[in-house]
């Protein structure tokens, strides 16, 4: 049996990339013969309980984008004879001495640099593009994740992309476990914003379109980062930073409609959260949005008017996930490209 390595660094995070992380990796070790190495921050997190005794698991605590990653993982791997490499990521070490898969889910900072410094920007481009150039297979979120590298990086890397999509995990249903409105002194109507307040994600054109409405329901933003500190709120607009990520189903199963403005999304997670809790979800119509929006998804115009004509007639219908969204499909798939690529 080959060893594959797998960078599980981002699993502390709560969402996102932290998300995909510890629920792709959870089910795929279990959908492989080969072995296993969990490369993570630290080895006393929750979500560890559910993995094998006979996967290997080692504190690999580099920071993110260093120095220290870039010299200190390829020893690692080295030293440990990996055969094959996974990055649920695009931040594979720049001289990484073993093949590898990596996932890209989004070019957002090629169209979106937020605050990102030149400096950084550069670095970010070098790295992705080797990550994309030298893999030996990609895996985009969705097609319109593909659609992009295959615009920026050319058609000859179509034949290593596979579209593998995310999943929804079981939390996620239409009874609220936790009473949020009790737990956070919220009203018990409410619009519901989940994601961070960076430039792509529009979050200051919702709250704006939001203050140009009449008595409207209050808007809940859950929300985290220096972006989110920095919006410009009205009475009404609630922004709750940091919450604990069990109780985000409970506020999908809780609000009246679930609303994003962004801009720029490799697939947008969230909405299928929203529609697995029976949540009805208004969305812009862009970028990866309509690949997993659903028929009750209302899809919107992104300025303020069309926002907030929404937020006045909101939908009232969701409709579950289709079957594919599941973490298990997503293992699966996974698990045959590495497979693919160790064994032909």
Known sequence: ??????????AHKGVGLGTYTRELVTQLVHSSTDDFVLFVRSSDKAWLDAIPSHVAIITADFGHYTLTEQFAFPRLFKKLHLDLFFSPHFNVPFFCPVPFVVTIHDLILHRYPNQTSFIKQLAYRML???????SKHIIAVSSYTK???????GSGIAEKISIVTEGVSPLFTSK??????????????FFLYVGNAKE???VQMLVDAHRSLSSPPALVLVSSGNEARTLKLHDGVFLLQDIS?????SFY??????VTTSLYEGFCLPILEARASGCPV????????PEVSGPTTMLVSPNIASIANALKNPPTKSTPPEDCYTWENAAIQTSDILSSVLHG
Not at 1 to 10: K, N, P, S, T, Y
Not at 282 to 289: E, G, K, L, N, Q
């Open 282 to 289: 208004i969305a812009v119509d862009a970028t990866a949005i």
């Open 147 to 153: 659609s992009e590298l295959l615009a920026v990086y």
């Open 253 to 258: 199963a809780t609000a009246m409609c679930f």
């Open 176 to 189: 609220a476990t936790v009473d949020v409105c009790e737990k956070y002194h919220l009203p018990t109507t």
């Open 128 to 134: 992705m593009k080797r990550a994309v150039m030298k």
């Open 245 to 249: 990520f069990d109780d985000l189903p």
């Open 1 to 10: 049996m080959a060893l594959i390595g797998i960078d599980c660094r981002f």
């Open 200 to 202: 792509h994600k529009n």
